[in-house]
Every structure is written in structure tokens, then in C-alpha cells.
């Protein structure tokens, strides 16, 4: 079995489940103890996993922090990436945005906009848009997550499959240059990608915090990427690799002091 494939597996349990055991992953994959053990020993070097007795977890540092203390963190860079994306939409648009702080302050930077058709699987973007301008609002159902309102799973994927909108923009944990956009629950990845699958056009909105991060969970591939919203020119690598595939960059710009 690949190398790649089981490393794939082993993030994803620990994602689910919040670790994983030698044994229990020996057993799912069909390979031996020692094999599984390589695998961990070079997850926990890259920082990807955390070493525990006869398993692994994930580690602190690859947990988010709450929602509130999210907001607040490059909350100046954010604010100028939701007044950037607002610009995108047009009166009258459908559009999807997914649980994040940089999508929360886009729904807020589209406080102007009238008769907006609005998904989300938000609690917070929800009762942000609703009752506005003419909008109309329809949120995803399924068990709220107690950090931040988001739903998730398979009942919230299903009711998002069911719409077709022009603009989907979406957060990210980290950006990868090889693994792409990433997230830290196998859930979140899985209702970005039925998100992107029902959008005209997929609109990435990260600040420059996360750029050359990795997170638990690949979303797609970084040429998949459409278009990108952030406040601070990329690194060269990143630069090129986009140039490439001719996603749309756009650089905000912060409010003047």
C-alpha cells in the first residue's frame, strides 16, 4: 500500500477522531506495526501529528484558535479582504460563503447589498445577512459546532448540493504550496468542496498569516484554486505557481490610518 495513501488515512482518522493508535491503523490498512510506526515518526516530524503512548494525536499547535479570539487576529488585514470581495458581488447575486472569521466579515462588508440569495452553513453569517436589504437567507442544517455555529456533515453538504450560485467564498486555515488550501476537520474540507462544485466561481479569502502553513486537511489542489483574495503581495513561489494556472489575484488594500 502507498506510502502516500496511508499517511492520507492517518490524518484523516486523526482529524475525525482527535488521534490514532498503532494498532488500530495497522489493522485498517493491512500492513505491519513497524510500517505504521515509520509513518507516524515522519508525520511527527513535520509537526503534522503529536507523539502519544501507542498512537498519535493531534497536536495544540495545529488546533484553531475560538471563534471570538479569531476575529480579533489580523482583524485590519481581514476587514480589507471582505471590503474587496463585497466589491465582487452585484445586487440581486447568489452567494455562498462557509464558517470562518475572514467570511464573517465578508457577510458583514455586504451589509449594503440588496436582495442578496445567501447559503451558509453559519450561524453567525446568517443572522448577519437576514432580515436585511431584501435578502434571502438559507442556512445548512445538520448539529452546530459549539466554537463557532458552523454545520457540518452530511445533512449540511446535501442541503448546500441542492442551489446553484455565482460567487462561493470561502476560508481557509492555511495555504500549502503543495497540498493547496487546507483545513483542520475532515468535514469542513468535505463541505468546501460540494460548495465549489455548486459555484460559477470559487473565491479563496486568506490573509498573509496563511500562506506556508499546513493544516490536518487538503481541500484541493492549489491549481484547482480560481481566484484569491488577501491583503499582502504572495511570496514567489506562490506567485508562480498561480501564474501558471491563471487564478485571480487580488491584493486588498487596508483603510487608511
Known sequence: MKRQYRRRVILETVSQGGQARVLDLASRLRVSDETIRRDLKDLVAEGLVQKIHGGVMAPDTLGEPRFERRMNQ???????IARTAAAQVRDGDAVLLDTGSTTAYVARALSGHRNLLVVTNSVDIARTLATRNGNRVYM??????ADDGAALGVVAAA????????????SVGAIDLEDGPMVFHLEEAEF??????????????ADHTKFGRRALVSICPLASVQALITDEPLRPAFQERLRRTDASVLVAERAAA
Open 192 to 205: 468546501s468542496r460540494v460548495a465549489m462544485r455548486r459555484a460559477e466561481r470559487t473565491i479563496l479569502v
Open 74 to 80: 489580523e482583524a485590519e488585514a481581514k476587514k480589507a
Open 159 to 170: 442541503f448546500v448540493q441542492q442551489f446553484r450560485v455565482r460567487l462561493c467564498f470561502l
Open 140 to 145: 445548512a442544517g445538520g448539529e452546530l459546532r
